[in-house]
Nanobody
Framework: QVQLVESGGGLVQAGGSLRLSCAAS????????MGWFRQAPGKERQFVAA????????YYADSVKGRFTISRDNAKNTAYLQMNSLKPEDTAVYYC????????????????WGQGTQVTVSS
Protein backbone atom coordinates (compact mmCIF):
# COMPACT_ATOMS: atom_id res chain seq x y z
CA GLN A 1 0.00 0.00 0.00
CA VAL A 2 1.06 3.56 -0.72
CA GLN A 3 -0.59 6.56 0.89
CA LEU A 4 -0.39 9.87 -0.96
CA VAL A 5 -1.12 13.31 0.47
CA GLU A 6 -1.12 16.41 -1.72
CA SER A 7 -0.53 19.94 -0.49
CA GLY A 8 0.30 23.36 -1.86
CA GLY A 9 -2.90 24.26 -3.63
CA GLY A 10 -4.56 27.63 -3.28
CA LEU A 11 -5.77 30.77 -5.01
CA VAL A 12 -3.40 32.58 -7.36
CA GLN A 13 -3.74 35.25 -10.00
CA ALA A 14 -3.22 34.47 -13.66
CA GLY A 15 0.47 34.50 -14.48
CA GLY A 16 1.41 33.40 -11.00
CA SER A 17 3.05 30.22 -9.73
CA LEU A 18 2.33 27.43 -7.29
CA ARG A 19 4.23 24.34 -6.27
CA LEU A 20 2.26 21.26 -5.34
CA SER A 21 3.73 18.51 -3.19
CA CYS A 22 2.75 14.88 -2.92
CA ALA A 23 4.07 13.13 0.17
CA ALA A 24 4.13 9.34 0.01
CA SER A 25 4.26 6.77 2.76
CA UNK A 26 4.16 3.03 2.78
CA UNK A 27 6.13 1.00 0.31
CA UNK A 28 9.36 2.10 -1.32
CA UNK A 29 8.68 5.39 -3.04
CA UNK A 30 11.37 4.88 -5.66
CA UNK A 31 9.56 1.76 -6.90
CA UNK A 32 6.71 3.87 -8.22
CA UNK A 33 6.33 6.13 -11.19
CA MET A 34 4.46 9.27 -10.20
CA GLY A 35 1.91 11.31 -12.00
CA TRP A 36 -0.21 14.41 -11.64
CA PHE A 37 -3.77 14.67 -12.89
CA ARG A 38 -6.44 17.32 -12.60
CA GLN A 39 -10.20 17.49 -12.69
CA ALA A 40 -12.22 20.62 -13.29
CA PRO A 41 -15.92 20.82 -12.32
CA GLY A 42 -18.07 18.90 -14.77
CA LYS A 43 -15.07 17.51 -16.63
CA GLU A 44 -13.23 14.23 -16.71
CA ARG A 45 -9.96 13.75 -14.89
CA GLN A 46 -7.09 14.54 -17.24
CA PHE A 47 -3.42 13.74 -17.27
CA VAL A 48 -0.97 16.55 -16.49
CA ALA A 49 2.54 15.12 -16.01
CA ALA A 50 4.41 11.94 -15.16
CA UNK A 51 7.84 11.01 -13.88
CA UNK A 52 9.76 7.75 -14.02
CA UNK A 53 10.97 6.02 -10.86
CA UNK A 54 14.24 7.94 -10.65
CA UNK A 55 12.91 11.12 -12.23
CA UNK A 56 15.17 10.92 -15.27
CA UNK A 57 12.26 10.61 -17.68
CA UNK A 58 9.19 12.80 -17.78
CA TYR A 59 6.34 13.66 -20.07
CA TYR A 60 3.60 16.26 -20.05
CA ALA A 61 0.22 17.08 -21.44
CA ASP A 62 0.49 19.53 -24.32
CA SER A 63 -1.61 22.05 -22.40
CA VAL A 64 1.02 22.42 -19.67
CA LYS A 65 4.24 21.76 -21.56
CA GLY A 66 6.76 24.54 -20.95
CA ARG A 67 4.83 25.86 -17.94
CA PHE A 68 4.69 22.93 -15.51
CA THR A 69 7.57 20.80 -14.23
CA ILE A 70 7.27 17.49 -12.43
CA SER A 71 10.06 16.41 -10.12
CA ARG A 72 10.66 14.06 -7.24
CA ASP A 73 12.94 13.63 -4.27
CA ASN A 74 13.17 9.95 -3.45
CA ALA A 75 15.08 10.66 -0.25
CA LYS A 76 12.08 12.66 0.97
CA ASN A 77 9.42 10.38 -0.52
CA THR A 78 7.89 13.40 -2.21
CA ALA A 79 6.87 14.36 -5.73
CA TYR A 80 6.34 17.93 -6.86
CA LEU A 81 4.55 19.85 -9.55
CA GLN A 82 5.92 23.32 -10.18
CA MET A 83 3.29 25.35 -12.01
CA ASN A 84 4.29 28.63 -13.64
CA SER A 85 2.44 31.07 -15.87
CA LEU A 86 -0.85 29.81 -14.52
CA LYS A 87 -4.02 30.41 -16.50
CA PRO A 88 -7.67 30.43 -15.39
CA GLU A 89 -8.17 27.21 -17.36
CA ASP A 90 -5.68 25.51 -15.03
CA THR A 91 -8.27 25.77 -12.25
CA ALA A 92 -9.03 22.26 -11.01
CA VAL A 93 -8.51 19.79 -8.22
CA TYR A 94 -5.05 18.34 -8.68
CA TYR A 95 -4.33 14.74 -7.77
CA CYS A 96 -1.09 12.81 -7.55
CA UNK A 97 -0.99 9.15 -8.41
CA UNK A 98 1.52 6.33 -8.12
CA UNK A 99 1.94 3.16 -10.11
CA UNK A 100 4.76 0.65 -10.59
CA UNK A 101 4.47 1.00 -14.37
CA UNK A 102 6.09 3.71 -16.51
CA UNK A 103 4.83 5.24 -18.73
CA UNK A 104 1.77 5.43 -16.54
CA UNK A 105 -1.31 3.39 -17.40
CA UNK A 106 -4.55 5.25 -18.04
CA UNK A 107 -6.05 6.96 -15.01
CA UNK A 108 -8.66 4.31 -14.32
CA UNK A 109 -5.94 1.68 -13.97
CA UNK A 110 -3.58 3.52 -11.63
CA UNK A 111 -2.92 1.85 -8.32
CA UNK A 112 -2.83 4.73 -5.83
CA TRP A 113 -4.32 8.21 -5.58
CA GLY A 114 -4.14 11.12 -3.21
CA GLN A 115 -7.18 13.04 -2.00
CA GLY A 116 -6.53 16.08 -4.19
CA THR A 117 -5.73 19.74 -3.65
CA GLN A 118 -7.66 22.65 -5.11
CA VAL A 119 -5.94 25.11 -7.42
CA THR A 120 -7.87 28.21 -8.40
CA VAL A 121 -6.48 30.72 -10.87
CA SER A 122 -8.24 34.07 -11.04
CA SER A 123 -8.22 36.25 -14.14
Amino acid sequence: QVQLVESGGGLVQAGGSLRLSCAASGRTFSSYAMGWFRQAPGKERQFVAASSWSGDRKYYADSVKGRFTISRDNAKNTAYLQMNSLKPEDTAVYYCAADPVYPLPIATMLDYWGQGTQVTVSS
